[in-house]
């Protein structure tokens, strides 16, 4: 169950320095193993062209947060985290359309993950935007040893993979407001290439 107003708005923006505390936080809470400040300090520093990461919030309170990875010419998922008290409403789908959407104005052919075995909740979500398992990465996770499901979504400048994001962002209800470079993620038609 939320633990903010309904009528307040999710305020989806690119990740900068001044979220790097908040991104801790958050991960501290969903991961056993965060990344540390130094490390965020390096992903957000990226340029638009290696990286893309994402940042939700609610009320001024930060709720989410989610990156991708360029790798020669396929895409890496290297985080999706949503609040505990906020998973449910949408979030960690509003944070995967912006990444894949930045996918596909890259021309990106695959995109890839790995995830918990165990958690099929986030499996669930990356099949909806199309993400099939390849694999298994054994005693993947440091923390339990558990094993990853790794996941590929292929065709990603296909017209398919567009309409299914087209498909999903139709699905999302309730009040959003986006940075610009985010809504033009978003809401512009495929093929219009996004300012960096």
């Known amino acids: 169950m939320s633990t903010t107003s309904d009528t307040a708005p999710l305020f989806l923006q690119p990740a900068g320095l001044g979220h790097v505390h908040d991104m801790r936080r958050l991960d501290a809470q969903v991961y056993p193993n ?41 895409g890496h998922i290297v985080t999706v985290a949503v609040d505990p008290a906020e998973q449910r409403q949408g979030i960690a789908t509003r944070l995967m359309l912006v990444l894949t959407r930045r996918a596909v104005r890259l021309g990106l052919d695959a995109l890839t993950l790995e995830v918990r075995l165990g958690n099929q909740p986030a499996q669930d979500l990356y099949r909806r935007f199309g993400f099939g398992p390849a694999g298994v990465r054994p005693r993947y996770y440091a923390d339990d040893g558990e094993d990853a499901l790794i996941m590929w979504a292929h065709g990603v400048a296909e017209p398919d993979f567009v309409h299914r994001l087209d498909a999903l962002a139709g699905e999302l209800v309730g009040r959003a407001i986006h940075h610009p470079v985010v809504d033009e993620l978003l809401d512009a038609p495929a093929g219009i290439e996004v300012r960096s």
């Open 34 to 74: 965060p990344w540390t400040a130094q490390l965020w300090r390096r992903e957000v520093e990226r340029s638009d062209t290696d990286a893309c990461y994402v940042v939700a919030s609610i009320g001024g309170r930060h709720v989410g947060h989610a990156g991708l990875l360029v790798q020669v010419g396929d």
